[in-house]
């Protein structure tokens, strides 16, 4: 055996281990819009919300218009599949309504975003969804498992 085998045999079970642990850690923190993360009550805040500051454009069924995008269905997962919560609630946050941005409480846009998953069947759980940005970036938008 040449050093370098050696090395090699003593390296990769480590390298291997390094790899297992990491894929570990990522399945027991992260979570998807699939786990029931949301509560009922919360989405139908966000409903009324949604319908005095959003629907004039994007459409009481978030199907959207020629303006706006639809926020529903395969219009709306082909943007956001694969990013997070966190993302989606920093960028309504940000943008929404055009004119007047941030201009919500910061639990009525999360109320808003938990309608929006509501609207395209992700499930609801017994807990609220809470706004520590940290968690919401943990929850994945991801397709119907
Ligand atoms: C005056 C019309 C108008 C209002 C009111 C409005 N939007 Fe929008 N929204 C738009 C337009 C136009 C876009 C696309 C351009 C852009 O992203 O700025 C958009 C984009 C978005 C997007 C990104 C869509 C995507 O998938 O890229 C989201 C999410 C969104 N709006 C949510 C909301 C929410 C939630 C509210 C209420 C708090 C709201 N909007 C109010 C017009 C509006």
Redo the contacts with the bound molecule.
């Keep these: 055996m040449t050093t370098l085998t050696v090395r090699k045999t003593i390296l990769l079970p480590g390298f291997l281990c390094a790899l297992l642990a990491a894929g570990f850690t990522r399945a027991q923190t992260r979570a998807s819009v699939w786990d029931g993360v949301y509560s009922a009550e919360q989405a139908g805040r966000g409903a009324l919300?949604?319908g005095q500051?959003?629907a004039?454009?994007?459409g009481e069924d978030l199907r959207g218009d020629s303006?706006?995008?639809g926020?529903i269905g395969i219009?709306?997962m082909f943007?956001?599949e694969g990013r997070s919560l966190g993302e989606?609630f920093t960028?309504?946050k940000s943008?929404?309504?055009?004119?007047n941005p941030n201009s919500?409480p910061s639990e009525s846009?999360l109320d808003?975003?938990t309608y929006?998953m509501k609207v395209n069947d992700f499930p609801a759980g017994e807990d609220r969804l809470r706004s520590e940005f940290e968690q919401l970036d943990q929850i994945l938008i991801t397709p119907k498992p």
């Design positions: 919300v949604f500051v959003c004039a454009c994007h303006n706006s995008p926020l219009s709306f943007l956001w989606l960028s309504i943008e929404m309504p055009p004119m919500l846009y808003i975003l929006i």
